[in-house]
């Protein structure tokens, strides 16, 4: 398998984006990640998406964005599981390129989903979850998730308060990125006191959904152009597990044991161990979700994750920085993109272009996407040379 | 690269699945793979199928597909190019296993289009058109097709009675696969007599929908099993090439460019012209598309692909045998999933498991996939060793 390093990196706003469509979204993030690359042309193209042809009633997104910024004739195609779609375009690229069968790819990641209405949305989101065994029993997405956080806290003894740390660093870490939904730091008593959603989980629980769009360009590691001042991004390990689809079926409901199997897969591949990673670009689709990956990817004991939260050990300058960006709570999260807005991050911090919210002598990124309720789950480590 | 090969394939009958969910309709090609591959676990699923989110109101099929035939924890997403899909899907397997990513992978499509009423699954299917500049006009995926057939008879003066060869062949080979979706030969004057579905494209141009699924299973070719009696089944070369995804967009509205393009890469990777090819299963969604398909893959001149069929050269002892197990137009069409039973096709062929339709000294064989109106083409050569 041969070594790959990511070469560009674009993104846009995320937004409501009423002015753009899907396609503008997508190609303004690959011409950013072009430029950024100085590399017009590119042999693959592969698009991480969740629901274009219900939101946007268009499937078919290779063709339909390939051509659009100038790629026409480029194998182009689209990827998808649900919320990890993104990271899955990117491990296809990964793949492609390790493989010799391709010499240049860009994964891009864009979702619109501002054009339908929130209730289909919801609709929509939930396809991401059994239809035979959890949709018929009519919950939503929230409320499974809602389900994980008050069994996590009764079996483990955590109050809500416990997790205002997941939210607070998120927004604060927001507030310094310029491609952030929400830019305003918030403090405990909005966490505390934010409307309900589905108890547990309050509105400053949960990720909110938006518009966006994110591209990387990975070539083989020999071809990456030496820039003076910037490092090599070289991707030192990538790992891809799933568990059951519904929550019912798992002998542990509070293990993620596909984020364990992902992890372990990448840090294998790389030579590291969790105490290695500078920075860790986590999905905090909602705070319970950042707790058990913590847990999962071998950050914290079970059951201790919202200690590395309420420790304060989850901000730039603590032992787990997580977030670091704004996440997917201040970040925002357009499902299908998500996963390489927070690759494009790993790629900030690692080239030390992360302005307020930089981490230290950041050299080792890791991220890691989930599909579901932990039912698909793709890590990447990313690493400065 | 590490080479390739295919180590287990299986398949569903074309039908109209009332009694079976596509997990089911997945699930039975998956194990029959197994069972043919003696290979019960198996490290990566890629999930080829277009519109279950919305046709079956479910995403996240690798999660969903994985566990259900025992494969959990495995790594599963899905892929997603229109009507070529499914080709896509073994080509996300071949390049993930030739990269050393996985060690072996499973490619299954799946389709299940009876639950949707005919007219939403007309719209669904438009989806792979280009939704800003050719479904706002209103036209459908079959007037696309009829709009280039009407063209195609202008500029090289054919007649809509020169193409009926396609149809014959296609039903006189699905009559003796037990996997087809139409089990009876038709004469020259059934298609004469068809009815008119989008002038100039009659009912026996046009290939039907139905539900289905099929798999194949890949390993390093030096993994691959030694079995008295079966060759072993290498993948030769794989090509990928999108265009435009409207039709007004191209130079060459009657040239499929990204047939040629994706065919040139797979015959440069295979050191193969045309004429090594034991036989074609081309994707002949309506009659047109095999004539262009034809001539962009270099077996024909420009405007003389039908010429083939008139000349009786496409059935299985001609010079080109395509539709050798029925084809798009007789074995049925699920979209997402038919480009994997061309490549069971193939490997029966190339098996000497074909019957009745067994191409003589069949030794490679070549399987082609369209997304769109041309605008994704996926082309991928076997070889007998």
Known sequence: MRPVAVIGIGQTKVDEHWDKSLRDLAGDAMLAAMEDAGMPDIQAVYVGNMMSGSANHQQHLGAYIADWVGL???????????????????????????????????????????????????????????????????????????????????????????????????????????????????????????????????????????????????????????????????????????????????PEGLWLTAAEKSAKQAYSIAGLTPSDIDLFEVHDAFTIMAALSLEACGFAERGQGVRLALDNQITPIGKVPIATRGGLKARGHPVGATGLYQLVEVVQQLRCEAGDTQVPDARIGMAQNIGGSGSNIVIHILGAE
């Not at 790819?105 to 289909?120: G, L």
């Not at 990975?218 to 070289?234: D, H, K, M, Q, W």
Request: glycine share 6%; hydrophobic share 45%; charged share 20%.
């Open 72 to 250: 026409r004739y480029a194998e182009a195609f689209r990827v998808e599981a649900a919320c990890s779609s993104a990271a899955v375009s990117f491990r296809t690229a990964v793949m492609a390129v390790a493989s010799g069968e391709v010499d240049s790819a860009i994964a891009v990641a864009a979702e619109k989903m501002s054009d339908s209405p929130t209730a289909e949305i919801t609709a929509q989101l939930a396809t991401a979850a059994d239809s035979d065994w959890e949709l018929d029993q009519g919950v939503s997405f929230v409320a499974l998730n809602a389900l994980l956080m008050r069994r996590y806290m009764f079996e483990y003894g955590w109050h809500h308060e416990d997790f205002a740390n997941f939210s607070i660093n998120a927004h604060a870490n927001g507030a310094h990125n310029p491609y952030a939904r929400f830019q305003e730091p918030i403090s405990a008593s909005t966490y505390l006191k934010a409307p309900m959603v589905c108890d547990p989980i309050n509105l400053m629980d949960a990720s909110p959904m938006g518009d966006g769009a994110a591209a990387l360009i990975v070539v083989p590691l020999e071809r990456a152009p030496i820039i003076p001042g910037r490092p090599v991004i070289r991707v030192l390990g990538s790992g891809a597990a799933t568990d059951t689809l519904s929550l019912h079926n798992r």
